[in-house]
């Protein structure tokens, strides 16, 4: 136990109450801090140098199909823009974090631990990502250079078990939460507005929303099906029930949507299913077992690009693995490992509408960053 003079304590109680002071009366207008998605050091042009690490290797001599874009870590991806000078108050800030330094505190980086899974909004100005050992949602904000952590799954519930993220209308946000067992259904800011599924849901792990019909589809994993809700959270309709025939699931876990279709990683049975969005019919399936790369053996996480490609998380041989639009195996990225293009653990995969490929690093508390370069991939779709 760390132990502190008079003197000193009473220092740090007399700098806490001017800072509060401060900053009731010094409104900053700061400009927004910079998000990258570098972690090394700030170059001359204000940002942060990324290798240029592709695939396939330049040595395969196929065309580059994508792009290492980065990572994200935590607050470490926010800095103030080039020339930026700190404000008055962001100084006394600095003196009273130095302060509480000084007297003991342990504080750390806010940073991820173990992410789960995530969403862009719909301008892709906002990253939501879910992280089951913080239990917690992390919000990094683009536009308005910070990072924000939402605890709260209720009014009375903290999140424990948070899992799948869909973004809704209005930029509601639904985050399932495997141990509370019901999705969340919270505002733009974080806010609840109630929660969808309680005491109907088992173990909901994935969630889709369709934005044409204003649908929840939520994966229930120990009810081994699909349970479709409208906004308010009536329960719709169940599709599928345990089994290996097509539109029977065992354990499914992650769902994606688009271009009017479900897509079910259906885990214990080793593949994926799509499914058609208004008759919920099954109408293609991904993947079957075995040793090769492109095999399935413990599938997560899925996500379509806006090319209609398919990208599936293999959990068990840590790889990202590329599929088109007719289930037609195409390449992996990953291995097991901490480095760049390297996977540990890795259990959700997601899409924006600029072709961004995000992959939940869980074991090495990160999300990596993919760009796809489309103009590069003139053979991959039918």
Known sequence: MKVHNNFTVSLARFFGIAFAVLMVGCASNKTPDVLDFGTGPINADGQRDLPQVIWPEKESGEPPRYLYAGELVGEEN?????????????KITAAFRWLVGLVGSDA???????????????????????????????????????????????????????????????SDVYVADAELGY????????????????????RPVGVAFDPDAQ???????????IKVFDVQGK??????????????????????????????????NARIQILDGISGEAKLTIGERGLNIGNLVRPKGVAVDMEGNIYIIESYHDYLLVYNR????????????????????????WADSSNRIFVADMFNSRVVLLQYLSKALPNTLP
């Open 78 to 90: 926010f800095h103030p823009p080039k020339g930026a000078r700190k404000t008055f108050g962001e």
């Open 108 to 170: 750390q980086p806010v940073a991820l631990q173990r992410p789960q899974s995530g969403a862009v909004d719909w301008v892709g100005q906002r990253i939501l990502i879910s992280d089951t050992s913080r239990q917690a949602v992390y919000v990094f904000n683009q536009k308005e250079g910070r990072l924000d952590v939402w605890e709260n799954a209720s009014k009375l519930d903290h999140f424990i078990g948070p899992t799948g993220i869909a973004i809704g209308a209005a």
């Open 183 to 202: 999705v969340a259904r919270l505002d733009s800011q974080g806010k609840s507005l109630g929660n969808i599924g309680q005491d109907i849901l088992k």
């Open 215 to 225: 649908q929840l589809y939520v994966a229930d994993t120990y009810a081994h099906d």
């Open 235 to 268: 329960l719709l309709r169940t599709l599928g029930k345990r089994g290996e025939e097509r539109g029977e699931f065992n354990f499914p876990t992650y769902l994606a949507w688009a271009h009017g279709e479900l897509y079910v990683t259906d885990t214990m």
């Open 326 to 349: 007719k289930g037609e195996f195409l390449m992996p990225v990953g291995g097991t490992g901490d480095g760049i293009g390297q996977f540990y653990l890795p259990t959700s995969v």
